[in-house]
Nanobody
Framework: QVQLVESGGGLVQSGGSLRLSCTTSGRTTSLYNVGWFRQSPGKEREFVAVISWRSNTDYADSVKGRFTISRDIAKNTVYLQMNSLKADDTAVYYC?????????????????WGQGTQVTVSS
């Protein structure tokens, strides 16, 4: 079993920044790939970013250049730094883990999920 806890969400004005954290515990989570997804009302859950256990990264086109994913292995924590936020970024953000890098953008590929943290960007 792997447990994930997200934090850092909140209300921010358009153009502002937030940093989300995802702390993992349980199995050897340093060997997992950790992804961030988001979901807003009436929409499918969508891929945002992912970092491999070797610190390779990948991003959705919609957040490239604005969001940065990083991890602190010693703290079992993955961060999502979100800059230049837009109203369209408003969603519940979830972190999740997977062993498989090849299908990293597919939510069905992820084995364990956190409870989510709300991000609201006011325009």
């Amino acid at each position: 079993q792997v447990q994930l806890v997200e934090s850092g969400g909140g209300l921010v004005q358009s153009g502002g920044s937030l940093r989300l954290s995802c702390t993992t515990s349980g199995r050897t989570t340093s060997l997992y790939n950790v992804g961030w997804f988001r979901q807003s009302p009436g929409k499918e859950r969508e891929f945002v970013a992912v970092i491999s256990w070797r610190s390779n990264t990948d991003y959705a086109d919609s957040v490239k250049g604005r969001f940065t994913i990083s991890r602190d292995i010693a703290k079992n924590t993955v961060y999502l730094q979100m800059n230049s936020l837009k109203a369209d970024d408003t969603a519940v953000y979830y972190c999740a883990v997977t062993r498989t890098w090849a299908t990293r953008t597919l939510s069905s590929n992820y084995d364990y999920w956190g409870q989510g943290t709300q991000v609201t960007v006011s325009s």
